[in-house]
Structures are given as structure tokens and as C-alpha cells.
């Protein structure tokens, strides 16, 4: 596969799951963002699949919303809270049903 269609796609799954991260949440992008001390401009490009999050970026995700680098990069949802995980999934179900 050609590179730079995988770092595509790896930007654009990785913004999918910080979409999904946000809405399962509640909040909006500009508040995910603040949390994490991110511009909300930044933060939107890593959702839009423009840009990934650097490691220091995504720590702070990770401190912010008590995810995983794992969940982030990986789509690892083992180290997810119970509580978190039951709400990406939620999140999940209901964007299928519509």
C-alpha cells in the first residue's frame, strides 16, 4: 500500500476515534480541546484527519479524558475505564441505527 494512503487513513481513524471519544463525552470540540489545553483549531484538524496528534498532544488527551495512547493510535480499547468504553460503544450503536 502506498504510504501516504495509509498515513491518510491512519489520520482519519485516528479522528474517528477521537470523534467518537468527544461524543461520547458530551462535549464539543472546542470544550475537548480546552480540557486538554489544546487550541480548538489543532484539535480540529486531528478529528478532520488533517493532522495526527503528536505524542505530547495526545498525552494530554489521554490525561484530559482518561483515554489510552493505545485507544488513540491503536484503536485498543482494552485500557479504556468500563464507563468509557460502554459510552463509545453507545455512541457506535447509535450512529449505525441511523
Not at 6 to 19: C, P, S, V, W
Not at 20 to 27: E, F, K, P, S
Not at 69 to 83: A, E, H, N, Q, V
Request: net charge negative; hydrophobic share 40%; glycine share 8%.
Amino acid at each position: 500500500m502506498d504510504d501516504e494512503i495509509f498515513e491518510g487513513r491512519e489520520k482519519a481513524n485516528i479522528g474517528a476515534r477521537l470523534e467518537l471519544t468527544r461524543n461520547a463525552v458530551g462535549l464539543d470540540q472546542q470544550t475537548f480541546a480546552f480540557h486538554a489545553g489544546l487550541k480548538a483549531s489543532t484539535y480540529n484538524q486531528y478529528e478532520n484527519g488533517i493532522n495526527q496528534p503528536q505524542i505530547s498532544a495526545a498525552n494530554a488527551l489521554c490525561d484530559a479524558h482518561r483515554i489510552t495512547l493505545d485507544w488513540i493510535y491503536r484503536g485498543d480499547m482494552s485500557g479504556l475505564s468500563r464507563t468509557t468504553h460502554d459510552a463509545i460503544f453507545a455512541v457506535r450503536k447509535v450512529r449505525r441505527e441511523i
